[in-house]
T-cell receptor, first 115, second 117 residues
Framework: EAQVTQNPRYLITVTGKKLTVTCSQN?????MSWYRQDPGLGLRQIYY???????DKGDVPEGYKVSRKEKRNFPLILESPSPNQTSLYFC??????????????FGNGTRLTVT | AQSVTQLDSHVSVSEGTPVLLRCNYS??????LFWYVQHPNKGLQLLLK??????LVKGINGFEAEFKKSETSFHLTKPSAHMSDAAEYFC???????????????FGTGTRLQVTL
């Protein structure tokens, strides 16, 4: 089944404890992206990647890192999480990075709480 | 710069009545526009998309949207609401990053649709 898989679904952590949220897609998509969803703000892009070893900042990249060593994986790293990073995170992928004529495929989300 | 405004944060309709979710956009170029739906505890799913072909776009589950360039609008409609339509809906505009190397998606803030008996 074609899908984007995020893990974990729920994560509670403490300030400053490094964490990684994994994202994997099995559709051979070039484009992958991370979003955070906060009430009243919609989805805001954190980082995106147009292909292997190509990553770039989105609208809200501060406090996050990503890597794209393989086409299928795009982990999101929080080196020193803070309470303002408490949010619902989504990974998404698409076959192409231009014009988005193909839809984004989303994972089911990771709800992160930082205390 | 592109932007998208969803005019209602919350819409409540009775089952069997029409649904209208409003979306206005701004874009420097000829944009692509999308509606996504998010059911509780799920990721977003594409409902429909406009990519410069027919201005009236039909999507899944009986939804449709009309692209009106003169009004910069892309409102989502459905003739008859069903209980299963209760969800959050996002209007999304796709435009090019500066330099034209890749597309950028901008999401609206969402409209929560409530369907009552």
């Amino acid at each position: 089944e074609a899908q984007v898989t995020q893990n974990p679904r729920y994560l509670i952590t403490v300030t400053g404890k490094k964490l990684t949220v994994t994202c994997s897609q099995n559709m051979n998509h070039e484009y992958m992206s991370w979003y955070r969803q906060d009430p009243g703000l919609g989805l805001r892009q954190i980082y995106y990647s147009m292909n292997v070893e190509v990553t770039d900042k989105g609208d809200v990249p501060e406090g996050y890192k990503v890597s794209r060593k393989e086409k299928r994986n795009f982990p999101l790293i929080l080196e020193s999480p803070s309470p303002n990073q408490t949010s619902l995170y989504f990974c998404a992928s698409s076959p192409q990075s231009t014009r988005f004529n193909s839809p984004l495929h989303f994972g089911n989300g990771t709800r992160l709480t930082v205390t | 710069a592109q932007s998208v405004t969803q005019l209602d944060s919350h819409v409540s309709v009775s089952e069997g009545t029409p649904v209208l979710l409003r979306c206005n956009y701004s874009s420097s170029y000829s944009p692509s526009l999308f509606w996504y739906v998010q059911h509780p505890n799920k990721g977003l799913q594409l409902l429909l998309k406009y990519t410069s072909a027919a201005t009236l776009v039909k999507g899944i589950n009986g939804f449709e949207a009309e692209f009106k360039k003169s009004e910069t609008s892309f409102h989502l409609t459905k003739p008859s609401a069903h209980m299963s339509d209760a969800a959050e809906y996002f209007c999304v505009v796709s435009d090019m990053y500066p330099g034209g190397t890749a597309s950028k998606l901008t999401f609206g803030t969402g409209t929560r649709l409530q369907v009552t008996l």
